[in-house]
């Protein structure tokens, strides 16, 4: 699909708005097979009365990898069109396919979004210059900006802080999603990359700490459920308040957990559905529904954060 609705209005060069905080890696619903448009839009409207920051659709959340490139375009689209210019959106636009990462990240600056989210590519298991010699040919044939996703357990393939700042050269490489779980990388990325460059925690578990040594924010699965709350303590910590951003953050550590009893976004789902906020958790196969068992411990947690 192309850029035919009300949304897509051309930006050569990305917003200005800031990039940071918190970063909702927001669900794709789904009903009867098919995306579910008016969940999604309320969904949208609900972070931003929430205080989320900014916006990523079409992520690993977003179950892009099962979308069909119409889905996926139309997915940006309306995210761009139902924010308007609010918050943010970076729209997810990576695959392993260097082609088609520069086909869906053309559409997403034709699109109206703010920066692209570019995985690095998964099942290629691509060396540290093949890794390089990608981001660099997306930047020269899309000059956009673009946040570089590092997630090895996905892909197969970990990105070593001597390349992120390789990349980080480029002008149109503004940040990371850093999503190893170690702190050891991410400081190692931040103390090797110019001072603007955006260090973002690709885990909700590492998001206080990330932000501790330097980072800006996280791109959160846990937005989707408690938005409020991981924008409180993204706040909190911008505005030293340290203690408030530590009591959130052991608020919500269960809930970190609990995302992740099964392969995400089948829990967030899940949590929506059973929060009202989605009719259907109905995700796309190969994914499948949670266990009874983990249902049972999932809703455990949302009844002690008084979620259901």
């Known amino acids: 699909m192309g850029c035919g609705t009300k949304g897509c209005k051309k930006r050569s060069k990305g917003s200005k708005k800031e990039i940071g905080g918190a970063i909702v890696a927001i669900v794709t ?51 761009i069109e ?14 392993n396919s260097t082609e088609e990462t520069i086909m869906l990240t053309h559409h ?67 940040g990371i999603k ?19 460059f955006i260090v973002l925690s690709g885990d909700d578990f590492t998001a206080f700490p990330t932000m501790a040594i330097g980072g800006k924010g996280v791109i959160s699965v846990a937005s989707n459920i408690m938005p ?5 303590m993204m706040n909190a910590f911008r505005d030293g308040k340290m203690d408030r951003a530590r009591r959130l953050h052991y608020k919500l550590f269960p809930l970190f957990e609990a995302l992740f009893y099964e392969s995400n976004p089948v829990p967030a789902k899940t949590a929506l559905e059973f929060m009202g906020r989605i009719s259907s958790s109905e995700v796309r196969q190969p994914l499948y529904r949670m266990s009874d068992a983990n ?7 949302l009844a002690d954060l008084k979620l259901v």
């Open 178 to 196: 850093e999503a190893t779980g170690n702190l050891h990388q991410v400081s190692d990325v931040i103390r090797m990359c110019p001072r603007k």
């Open 228 to 232: 409020k709350e991981m924008a409180a």
């Open 29 to 79: 619903p789904f009903r009867d097979g098919k995306v579910d448009e008016e969940a999604l839009e309320n969904l949208i409207e609900w972070h931003i009365k929430a205080g989320t920051h900014c916006i990523v659709p079409c992520g690993t959340t977003g179950e892009s990898a099962t979308l069909s490139h119409e889905e996926h375009m139309r997915v940006v689209e309306l995210t």
């Open 82 to 95: 139902t924010v308007r210019g609010r918050v943010p959106v970076i729209a997810g636009t990576g695959s």
């Open 108 to 174: 997403a600056k034709k699109a109206g979004a703010d920066a692209a989210l570019v995985i690095t590519p998964y099942y290629n298991k691509p060396s540290q210059e093949g890794l390089f010699q990608h981001f660099e040919t997306v930047a020269a044939e899309c000059k956009f900006p673009m946040i570089l996703y590092n997630v090895p357990g996905r892909t197969g393939v970990n990105m070593l802080p001597s390349t992120v700042a390789r990349c980080a050269k480029n002008r149109y490489v503004i």
């Open 295 to 301: 249902i049972e411990r999932l809703r455990s947690v």
